[in-house]
């Protein structure tokens, strides 16, 4: 009676007492494994790396879209501040004309006065 380890021996590692059919299925059952778990790797690096290159352009984006936003706001105060003193220098000449016109000289002091 042959046992279990003896017929798995016989069946998976065959040798080449046995015939060259068997060593010869033996070789193409490995190949066909490791083909495969060759096949598999690359499918999971490549679909990493596919994340990864994803996940970075939606990062620049948001990124892009956060800068974009900041831009805007700074338009936004610049324009602001600029728009005051422009107002503010729109109405110097009616000051200094209306200290002149009360009798006042038109010096540094009373012009630095009427801007405060």
Do not use: Y
């Not at 069946?11 to 010869?24: D, L, R």
């Not at 299925?25 to 060759?38: E, K, N, P, Q």
């Not at 879209?65 to 338009?75: D, G, M, S, Y």
């Not at 610049?78 to 004309?97: I, K, Y």
């Amino acid at each position: 009676m042959i046992g279990m380890t003896e017929l798995a021996r016989k069946f998976w590692w065959p040798t080449a007492s046995q015939g060259e059919p068997a060593v010869k299925v033996l070789r193409s059952v490995v190949w066909t494994i490791a083909l495969g778990f060759t096949l598999v790797a690359i499918t999971l690096v490549s679909g990493g790396w596919i994340l990864l290159d994803r996940t970075r352009q939606t990062a620049l984006h948001a990124a892009d879209i956060t800068l974009q936003h900041a831009a805007l706001t700074v338009q936004s105060v610049v324009n602001r501040q600029f728009l005051q003193v422009d107002g503010a220098l729109a109405s110097l000449p009616a000051l200094l004309t209306a200290s002149v016109k009360n009798g006042t000289e038109s010096d540094p002091e009373t012009a630095t006065r009427l801007l405060r």
